[in-house]
């Protein structure tokens, strides 16, 4: 018998490798989904952590979904379900009743809260929301689009000149001043932005944590306003710059995204792993998985870190020494360090005392009350291994799904900076494996400070460091967005000049991850775009 041809096998059941492969089989292609995993979902999966607590493992909050992806794949249909959080934020700034900042409810409801530090940075609020606002609805116009292949200018891609045109076209919208902020967002720090708007530390703080989640960096680093502003991209339920819980956490989402992969013939194959991309003649035709087996395809799309792919799939053979080289120093790394907890009662916090499901229970709680804070934990941990007072947000998604825990106890999401994705570089002969309890202890106690008895009450966890990111996940350095959010790579330059088009420099090899435009969280838009790719070409017999 002849063995089945493909027309696209995707590397990775992560999330958007399931988006790409829906999309491609809605046009009619046939598709195989090859994930190393026992469950599809990559790091957006909900599983068990400890007896009766089941929680989110890596990803662990809803925004940045597309809205699109979410009717085109009828996630709805499929039993996804997200409430908004009360309050976009909460933040405990120290141990004092009173002496605490909640975001969101609304521009009153925040202005109020501000005013208790400064009245001046409440009536600065709306002008700093317009401004994220104007420069996000633009900018949305560029998520959606394939960069144009600037290292190609004689490239004749009708597609690819109409979506170039389409991005001119969107800037042309804004302002003078809103371009400056573009480009403010783009190349400065969040620090300085900040600065800049408001005098009070904790509105602050809450507005910098954004630029800080998965970004090891100082929030005064050149760059990290870029990863503030790619945080209010997002939307739950129609309501923009909202945060949310999947009902039946993370893993709900991918779920239901494999249900509608199967419903258009999609075949999903778990616990497979790749282990090389074949390539014939110069052109990717195939996987070899783990025990040898061989899935042959027309096109190989890798919902992979690019590093991932071009250092360990993909034989340096079929690559010039440049784009090789440039993988290879493809900044990927996390200061990220993920944390599941089994609570027997819900933290009592010293400044809003109460261990009863309150609002604030729902929120994101954000325990970094400055950026002078978050600038002394980035460094804690590039110089010594991790922060000696860390950020850590907490989320308890069982406030409002009572399907994770069992009756009277809630599960905790402690998603954790400052640590260094390489902790041997800077405590040599040491590795992550060492240190894990140590620093599990940390970031508990970090929290228990604020709310004291929030240690007592953990009665399980399960911790994840950069390292055990990348073994679980692939996440390589522990990079939830595939690599650095930074102007050298993103957009026409994610992951390199020349390849920011979904194609890869190997013909028929296409990106359709996190590591292409327009980078990480759990959107799904790179692999809807790079389907979109696929699909042109194909119809081109290329």
């Not at 992806?69 to 996804?80: N, S």
């Not at 690019?306 to 010039?320: E, G, K, M, W, Y």
């Not at 009863?356 to 970094?368: K, L, M, N, T, Y």
Request: proline share 5%; charged share 25%.
């Amino acid at each position: 018998m002849t063995a089945r041809v493909y027309d696209a096998v995707v590397v990775g059941g992560g999330h958007n490798g399931l988006v790409c492969a829906a999309y491609l089989a809605a046009a009619g292609l046939s598709v195989c989904v090859c994930e190393r995993r026992q469950v599809v979902g990559g790091a957006a999966v909900t599983e068990e952590f400890h007896p009766g607590f089941r929680n989110s493992t890596a990803s662990y909050t809803v925004s940045l979904l597309d809205p699109q992806v979410i009717r085109d794949l009828a996630l709805a249909g499929h039993g996804l379900r997200v409430v908004e959080r009360p309050y976009s934020n909460f933040l405990p700034l120290s141990d004092r009743t009173g002496d605490f900042l909640r975001v969101g409810g609304g521009l009153e409801a925040t202005q109020r809260e501000v005013a208790k530090f400064s009245r001046r940075d409440a009536d600065a609020l709306p002008a700093y929301y317009t401004m994220l606002d104007r420069v996000a609805d633009v900018l949305r116009e560029l998520l959606a689009r394939t960069p144009p292949d600037v290292a190609d200018p004689d490239r004749r891609d009708v597609g690819g000149l109409i979506d170039a045109w389409k991005t001119l076209r969107a800037f042309r919208t804004l302002s003078l001043a809103e371009r400056r902020d573009v480009v403010d967002l783009f190349t400065k720090s969040a620090g300085e932005i900040l600065d800049r708007r408001f005098e009070s530390d904790p509105i602050k703080a809450a507005f910098g944590f954004d630029a800080v989640v998965g970004n090891f960096a100082s929030p005064y680093a050149a760059g990290s306003a870029y990863v503030l502003l790619h945080h209010v991209f997002g939307e739950v339920n129609g309501k923009r710059g909202q945060w949310g819980h999947a009902i039946g956490g993370m893993g709900a989402i991918t779920q239901a995204m494999a249900a509608e992969c199967r419903a258009r013939g999609v075949e999903i194959r778990t616990g497979r792993a790749v282990e090389r991309v074949i390539v014939k003649a110069g052109r990717a035709c195939g996987v070899e998985l783990d025990g040898g087996d061989v899935v042959e395809a027309k096109r190989v799309v890798a919902n992979v870190n690019p590093r991932l792919l071009f250092t360990r799939l993909v034989d340096a053979a079929h690559v010039d020494a440049d784009f090789l080289a440039r993988m290879r120093a493809y900044r990927c790394g996390s200061g990220t360090f993920r944390m599941n907890v089994a609570l027997d009662r819900l933290p009592d916090f010293a400044c809003l005392p109460g261990s009863q499901r309150s609002p604030h229970h729902s929120s994101g709680i954000v325990v970094a009350p400055s950026l002078a804070y978050m600038e002394r934990a980035f460094f804690d941990a590039k110089t010594g291994g991790w922060s000696a007072d860390p950020i850590v947000e907490v989320l308890i998604p069982s406030t409002v799904d009572d399907s994770l825990a069992p009756p009277g106890r809630h599960v905790a999401s402690l998603f954790c900076q400052h640590v260094h994705p390489d902790v041997g570089s800077v405590r040599p002969g040491t590795g992550w494996d060492d240190h894990r309890d140590a620093v599990a202890d940390r970031m508990i106690a970090t929290v228990d400070r604020m709310a004291p008895g929030f240690a007592a009450s953990v009665v399980g966890r399960r911790a994840l460091t950069p390292l055990d990111l990348e073994r679980e996940f692939g996440l390589v350095g522990g990079d939830i967005f595939h690599g650095a959010l930074a102007l050298d790579q993103l957009y026409a330059t994610r992951p390199a000049l020349g390849a920011a088009s979904y194609r890869m420099p190997v013909r028929g090899l296409y990106l359709c991850g996190s590591g292409a435009h327009p980078g990480g969280g759990v959107t799904g838009i790179p692999g809807r775009n790079a389907a979109r790719e696929v699909v042109r070409d194909a119809r081109r017999g290329r």
